[in-house]
């Protein structure tokens, strides 16, 4: 399990970071929310643990970013704010849990616990996303009555995207949890299956489509339809 600890405090992070890795957990560190949204292109976290006061982007305004795009990632606020206000106002903007400091790290764990028990929302076997239905056993793309088959690395890619609609992600990131990271791959390789992607995407006259994001990777998004 992979989780992100966006923090600004570096001595309270450091510690909480080490306790987090001697329980088995593989823990990213940041200390505002603009590098933790670069950290959420690069990477797939199970969950994340976010401070409420940081310069730059605030943990309150990260999470509505977050979840204004879609991104679905388990929050647990961990901050001095312990207002009953300030506590509502973070659940309703969508954080799973909240933890006001100081606490005890064993409470952390047992809460972290909790919320990854929690059966996932999304399913992997044969998931939809907008009009779009891909039948994993039989490496089939199906859209409103229309087929095409596609190959094991392209179904694998689509996979991916769509277990993680409306989130960016780098080539890096994509040859890293696609490709398992294989050297012998090139990042040219994944734009080449982007393009066949998006080529079973046009046939199908799918809503669902795959953007570039300028700078930053590959998304996949499902079209509005107009009026």
Request: hydrophobic content about 40%; glycine content about 6%.
């Amino acid at each position: 399990m992979r989780i992100l600890l966006i923090e600004d405090d570096l001595d309270f992070s450091y510690a909480l970071k080490i306790q987090l890795v001697n329980h088995g957990f593989e823990t990213d560190t940041c200390t505002n929310g603009n590098d933790g949204l670069f950290y959420l292109q690069q990477q797939i976290y199970h969950l994340i643990l976010l401070d409420w006061k940081m310069p730059v982007l605030n943990g309150i305004d990260f999470l509505q970013i977050i979840r204004d795009k879609g991104i679905s990632t388990p929050v647990i606020f961990l901050t001095g704010m312990g207002d009953l206000a300030q506590k509502i106002e973070g659940l309703n903007r969508g954080a799973d849990d909240y933890l006001v400091k100081p606490f005890a790290f064993e409470e952390l764990l047992a809460r972290i616990h909790c919320i990854l028990r929690r059966p996932q929302i999304i399913k992997t076997g044969s998931p939809s996303v907008g009009d779009l239905f891909l039948d994993t056993d039989k490496q089939v793309l199906c859209c409103n009555g229309k087929t095409v088959s596609i190959t094991a690395r392209e179904s694998a890619l689509l996979l991916f995207f769509m277990s993680h609609a409306n989130q960016t992600f780098s080539r890096e990131a994509l040859l890293a949890n696609v490709w398992n990271g294989n050297a012998d791959v090139e990042s040219r390789n994944v734009d080449n299956f982007i393009y066949l992607l998006r080529n079973h995407l046009k046939t199908l006259n799918s809503l669902v489509q795959l953007k570039t994001v300028r700078g930053a990777g590959y998304r996949l998004e499902v079209e509005e339809v107009s009026e």
